[in-house]
């Protein structure tokens, strides 16, 4: 197997950063790696130099950034369970917390923390020998995450300005909200990295929490559960980059077979099987099965329905052993169906990625171990009623200028406001435009 191209993770703010929790530890189960960063020795070692360098000891050390505007969450991370497999530079924090607000993350704030954190990238950038990306995991509803994650966003640009930039956004549920500011956080956050970001892949918490209580019988998931289901998804998704398969998909043909323009990057993720550990012995999902849960609306992990829309492109995933005559035959079979509209200027946007590395469980965890796995990423104009939904919680926010002293107060000024939500209307037309 030829040596892997590196991918530099960021993760940014309270959900950031807890997602990393969960990310790295299925990534060390994955690869073998102990929770001190050092190989298991009865593990069959793939090539994990996408993910980790090795230092001069021999141990596996993550190329990622967690930053944070207060240190707590960070900080159980340097004092839990892989406190010695992350290096403790690249754990930055800073000392006062962004407060809910995009503004102060920002401007005022983030601006007292993004030099050091622009320095820790580089020297994480140095110790690559042909990097191909960022991925940057934050909640775009939040203070910390909107705010320092889209100056972050904006400085890689600047920098880097040629490698692909991709983000995982936690956005706004339509009923489940933790903050009131939270449409004035997303609005401002998706209008500031729009040009800097290749491609988002969107997530909400709602969804997460319905996948958790209908799929896998947990009625009252803590944020744990919501993020080792994110991570399976992201797992899914970079599999090829760690693993060999028949077909793999790097970064760059992502965003080539999933950016159909440059302002359409909002694929939908998708994930199955979505099986109980309870229940894993008595099921077993066929390809065809497989295929035919990743295009039904309550196995997606954001809140909008793919079949009121229409599909641009769809990036199949598959992991495990899996035969290209099945998934041949199972995208004939929805062909036939006629269960995925595809706009009439890209009738056969089907990519295919097959990778042989079946998907593992963590122990404990609320999914179980099975021998094949399926993430669909789908640029679907159904997003657009997410968009729709938080530009109309903004505007009415705005028209009774409920709150905004607060982000006025912190270096925003009122015409980038308005700019924002036109802005997100103009997406928004796009997507209906696309439709036609």
């Not at 995991?137 to 600047?158: I, M, P, Q």
């Not at 099921?283 to 099965?289: A, G, K, R």
């Not at 505007?395 to 000024?413: K, M, P, S, T, V």
Request: glycine share 6%; with cysteine; charged share 20%.
């Amino acid at each position: 197997m030829a040596k892997c191209r590196e991918i530099v993770q960021l993760h940014v703010g309270q959900a950031g950063v807890q997602m990393a929790s969960a990310c790295w530890e299925l990534f060390c189960l994955e690869h073998g790696i102990y929770a001190n960063g050092e190989f298991c020795e009865c593990t069959h070692r793939e090539d994990c130099s996408a993910f980790f360098s090795c230092d001069r000891s021999g141990r596996c050390v993550p190329r990622v950034l967690l930053l944070d505007l207060e240190p707590s969450v960070v900080d159980e991370v340097r004092i839990g369970v892989y406190r010695e497999l992350f290096h403790p530079s690249t754990l930055l924090t800073g000392c006062e917390d962004a407060a809910s607000n995009f503004a102060r993350g920002h401007y005022r704030l983030g601006q007292t923390i993004i030099d050091s954190a622009m320095d820790r990238v580089r020297r994480l950038v140095e110790g690559c020998s042909s990097l191909q990306g960022f991925m940057m995991f934050h909640s775009v509803g939040g203070g910390t995450g909107a705010g320092l994650g889209t100056l972050l966003l904006e400085r890689l640009g600047e920098e880097f300005g040629k490698v692909s930039r991709m983000e995982f956004d936690i956005f706004p549920s339509p009923r489940v909200s933790p903050v009131i500011v939270e449409p004035y956080n997303a609005i401002l956050a998706s209008h500031a990295a729009m040009e800097h970001s290749d491609c988002t892949f969107v997530l909400d918490n709602e969804a997460l929490y319905d996948v958790c209580d209908r799929s896998l019988d947990v009625p009252e998931p803590t944020y744990t559960n919501l993020n080792r289901l994110v991570a399976q998804a992201v797992s899914c998704i970079t599999a090829s980059l760690r693993f060999t398969g028949a077909i793999n998909v790097d970064l760059l043909e992502f965003q080539t077979n999933l950016v159909p323009f440059p302002r359409i990057h909002y694929p939908l993720v998708t994930y199955a099987p979505l099986v109980p550990g309870a229940t894993a012995r008595h099921e077993h999902s066929s390809t065809s099965q497989l295929t035919q849960q990743c295009f039904e609306p309550t196995n997606q992990l954001v809140k909008c329905d793919p079949r009121t829309g229409r599909y641009m492109s769809c990036c199949l995933l598959y992991r495990g052993e899996v035969s290209p005559i099945e998934i041949n035959r199972s995208l004939q079979e929805l062909r036939r169906n006629r269960s995925v509209r595809f706009v009439d200027w890209c009738p056969t946007g089907f990519k295919i990625g097959i990778n042989y590395q079946p998907p593992i469980a963590v122990p404990g965890s609320d999914l179980a171990r099975t021998d094949q796995a399926l993430c669909v990423l789908s640029n679907n104009t159904a997003v657009k009623s997410a968009w729709s939904r938080v530009a109309g919680k903004y505007q009415q926010l705005y028209e009774r200028r409920a709150f905004l002293h607060h982000y006025l107060d912190e270096g925003i000024e009122e015409p980038d406001l308005a700019e924002a939500l036109e802005n997100i209307r103009t997406l928004i037309s796009d997507y209906e435009e696309i439709e036609k």
